[in-house]
């Protein structure tokens, strides 16, 4: 089985994401909405499909990362997060909740040995393409 296919997201703190955003968007031409900038890529694994992978800047008093103290989170796509889930149970990784599932994907979230918050998204490309709309990166 597959674990992780690629990664889903960067996301960081900083002082001022709406100003982070607008630098961004500036000098190196990210369009960005609410949530950051979204870059689409062609899936190797599937010809003629499209991925993402999302840039996102937070505020710095996001509780978001918790119980994370780093400034970072990365989420990875999966392939079929509810099997990925019972193995990784079952080789005592910890989890911090259970799998949420939204129009764009399934999420669940872990901590790696350093603390660092893990997000694992089974993403459904399709409806998030309709959800990004022409404010994707290429």
Request: aromatic share 16%; with cysteine; proline share 4%.
């Amino acid at each position: 089985m597959k674990k992780v296919t690629g990664i889903g997201g960067i996301f960081f703190k900083c002082k001022d994401s709406k100003k982070t955003m607008e630098w961004y968007s500036k000098h190196l031409g990210f369009k960005t909405d609410e949530y950051g900038s979204s870059f689409m890529w062609d899936r190797t694994d599937a010809p003629g499909k499209k991925g993402f992978t999302l840039w996102a800047p937070f505020k710095e008093s996001t509780e978001y990362f918790k119980p994370s103290e780093k400034d970072f989170m990365i989420n990875f796509r999966v392939e079929n997060l509810d099997e990925l889930v019972k193995s990784l149970k079952a080789e005592g990784v910890k989890f911090l909740d259970e799998i949420e599932k939204f129009e764009y994907g399934k999420f669940v979230h872990i901590l790696d040995p350093d603390g660092v918050k893990i997000e694992l998204w089974e993403p459904d490309d399709v409806s998030y393409e309709k959800m990004v709309g022409d404010k994707k990166m290429f």
